[in-house]
Structure formats: structure tokens, C-alpha cells
């Protein structure tokens, strides 16, 4: 049975009218703010969080709070809050985002750059709904990495994550998700 928070995102999702051409036209002009050369597309993730557990941490004052930043820090391998996903042809790549109440929607380039990248080839990529997001889960086969994230849930993401997870695939996300 699902909760009736549950029903009110799917309430809320479904009424939403995405662009997909427009979204992710947002998401490639900040990677171009951060990447010169050529890539396939660009997507804005987050490490996970979690309510309750920002509730539980907080009865323990700032040491939960620290180790809870630890936990959510090595879930997502080191990767900072915010993070945008480049894709090029052969690679992965991740820089740094800043969200600040005035820097967009996207926010601004982080002073991290570039904090992570890998093969294509060598990413497992699986994901699940979580409400109004997808709980992803990035995989290096070759260097034993697990980056546990989330992405707003949205036709254009899925097609996004599709893409991030074959290493063959070419198309920009939003051709994929108008087909």
C-alpha cells in the first residue's frame, strides 16, 4: 500500500509538463560553463538525503550532524552535495555544483572543478523510484567505486540515466525521451 504522501508526488509529477529539449538545455549550458570539449549531455545530481534520518541525527547536536555529512560523504564515494554528469563519448565525468538561494535553478560552478571521472564502459548504472526522485546507484567495475545518489524524477532523467548506462548510446537524452 502506498503512503498518501506518495499519491500526492504522483498527483504532482503527472501533472507536470516538461520540455525535455528545454530541461536539458539548462543542464548542457552549466557543463559548458565547466567542460570545453564535446559531450553528449548533462545531468544535475545530488547525494542522497533523508528526513528521518536528519531528525535522529539532530537529537545527537552537531556531532550526529558531522557524522551523518560523513555517512552521506562516503555513500557517494566523496562526491560534493551537488554534482553535474558529463557525458562524453568515452567518459564520465563530474564537477562540482554550487546551489545558492540566488545561483539558478543549477546553481553556479563549484570551486572543486572536476571531481570525478571514469570510463564509460566500466559503469554498472541502476536506479529505482523513490517518490519524486530516483535513487541511482553508479558502479566502476574497474576501480571498485559505488556512488549512491539521487536525480529529481522526471521523463527527461530517466532518459538521462538510460543514457549514462549504455556505454554505446550516442543520442542526447531529450531525442531519447521524445522517442
Not at 535513487?135 to 522526471?154: L, Y
Request: include cysteine; charged fraction near 25%; proline fraction near 5%.
Amino acid at each position: 500500500m502506498k503512503s498518501p504522501t506518495t499519491h500526492l508526488v504522483e498527483r504532482a509529477v503527472a501533472k507536470q509538463e516538461h520540455d525535455p529539449a528545454a530541461d536539458l538545455a539548462h543542464h548542457r549550458a552549466a557543463a559548458a560553463e565547466q567542460f570545453d570539449g564535446p559531450f553528449i549531455d548533462a545531468c544535475l545530481f545530488s547525494r542522497r538525503w533523508n528526513a528521518g534520518s536528519q531528525l535522529v541525527a539532530r537529537q545527537f547536536g552537531i556531532l550526529g550532524r558531522l557524522a551523518l555529512r560523513k555517512a552521506r560523504e562516503l555513500q557517494a564515494a566523496g562526491l560534493p552535495n551537488h554534482f553535474m554528469l558529463v557525458i562524453t563519448d568515452t567518459e564520465v565525468i563530474a564537477f562540482e555544483r554550487e546551489l545558492t538561494p540566488f545561483g539558478g535553478q543549477l546553481g553556479k560552478p563549484g570551486r572543486g572543478g572536476e571531481v570525478a571521472r571514469w570510463r564509460r564502459a566500466d559503469l554498472t548504472v541502476t536506479w529505482t523510484d523513490a517518490g519524486y526522485l530516483y535513487d541511482t546507484v553508479i558502479a566502476s567495475r574497474t576501480e571498485g567505486e559505488v556512488v549512491k545518489c539521487t536525480v529529481g524524477k522526471a521523463p527527461i532523467s530517466e532518459s538521462f540515466l538510460r543514457l549514462l548506462a549504455d556505454p554505446t548510446a550516442t543520442a542526447p537524452a531529450s531525442t531519447r525521451a521524445a522517442a
